[in-house]
């Protein structure tokens, strides 16, 4: 039975398209056919983060529109062959999507995949709730500060509302995916601590993805940070997040880089 | 820098206070998402009461003041009223009419 899983978060840059690129190509790792799909119509990015800007022909749109066949616009991975891509449209909007289109485009999607992972636009208009409706579990991604746990907040609130589950009066099942965290700020007091943050929202807990250098350049050279470096800290705390996305009851722990004493002692000083 | 400041450093346990922030406000903004909307309860509230006393005196908006507050066993509605010192005075086509 395929699921549908959306990636969001109410507020924009704290990492969806990062999140998810990572644990899909994470998914796929683990054997399961998985399909990324581009909602933010107009401002599409995943397409980049994936390495697959250039192979670009049509899109979720078109798809949508019936001006293309879904198997027209799906682009395979080159890197793993049971993950795939269904981009956005660069030129259009979000008013381009409709309510029903969508609906066909994903039950198609779920007879393909195993998951399907919706990678939901920024804010809570039109185009976020088109990426929710049909989800049957969200991550919703947070960064350790007040604005972006306020949105998140916003945006359970949406999940439990505005959802074709909610609509029946199911759930979805949801979880909290901490991003951009640096547990020595955490520790010092200086940012929102991981309990203080599901204190708050009151959702159970994927992962914790730290601060890194890593997922910058993991999106220079165009590879979800899971295939870039599988050994690199982020990409081990994403590998986590999907582990405990497939049931597995892991301890949670923020990866940290493995220092040897002279890095310790100065490597604080090469940012 | 000078030399004071490496003895006295400012604090820098932010997170506290971000966090009793956050609570206060989403404590706030849940209680108006669930329960039936009540900005936009409030928001009606204040349009129709300003209809009313328009049509006996000039009043300006933001002298009605209508707010709604919520605990857990007792619910407030508060309006505020502030009167324009010449409120004695009706409007023209009132005073026709008496």
């Known amino acids: 039975m395929a699921k549908v899983l959306v990636v969001t978060s109410g507020k924009g840059g704290v990492g969806k398209t990062t999140s998810t690129a990572a644990l899909g190509a994470g998914l796929a790792q683990t054997g399961k056919k998985v399909v990324v799909v581009d909602f933010d119509v107009g401002l599409r990015n995943l397409d980049l983060i994936m390495g697959a800007e250039r ?123 901490l991003t951009r965290y640096d547990p020595a700020r955490a520790k010092r007091g200086e940012m929102l601590k991981t309990e203080d943050i599901l204190e708050i929202l009151s959702i159970p807990l994927l992962g914790i993805i730290p601060e890194s250098q890593d997922v910058l350049r993991a999106s220079n050279l165009g590879a979800p940070v899971t295939l870039a470096d599988p050994a690199c800290p982020p990409a081990r705390a994403y590998t986590d997040a999907v582990r405990r996305l497939l049931g597995e009851k892991l301890a949670m722990a923020v990866p940290g880089d493995k220092k040897g004493l002279f890095n310790k002692l100065f490597g604080r000083r090469v940012a | 820098m000078s030399l004071l400041n490496l003895f006295y450093r400012r604090p820098t346990t932010s997170a506290p206070v971000a966090r009793e922030r956050l609570q206060i406000l989403l404590a706030h903004e849940r209680g108006a998402g669930s329960s039936g909307n009540h900005s936009q309860l409030v928001a009606v509230l204040q349009e129709e009461i300003l209809a009313v006393i328009a049509r006996h005196m000039q009043i300006d908006r933001d002298k009605v003041v209508v707010k709604l507050d919520r605990a857990e066993d007792v619910s407030m509605l508060e309006i505020d009223i502030e009167m324009p010192p010449q409120a004695g005075e009706m409007l023209p086509q009132i005073r026709a009419q008496a």
């Open chain 1, 55 to 177: 192979r670009v022909v049509y899109d979720l749109i078109n798809v949508v529109q019936g001006d293309a066949k879904l198997s027209q616009a799906l682009i395979r991975d080159k890197r793993l062959e049971t993950l795939t891509l269904l981009p956005a449209s660069q030129t259009r909007d979000k008013d381009a999507l409709s309510s029903e289109g969508v609906a066909r485009v994903m039950e198609e999607l779920r007879e393909k995949f195993d998951w399907v992972i919706c990678d939901s636009p920024a804010g809570i208009e039109r185009g976020a709730q088109l990426a929710m409706y049909h989800a049957d579990t969200a991550v919703v991604v947070t960064n350790p500060e007040i604005s972006s746990v306020r949105d998140s907040d916003r945006i359970i609130g949406l999940l439990d509302s505005k959802t074709a589950r909610a609509e029946k009066g199911d759930r979805v099942d949801k979880h909290l995916l």
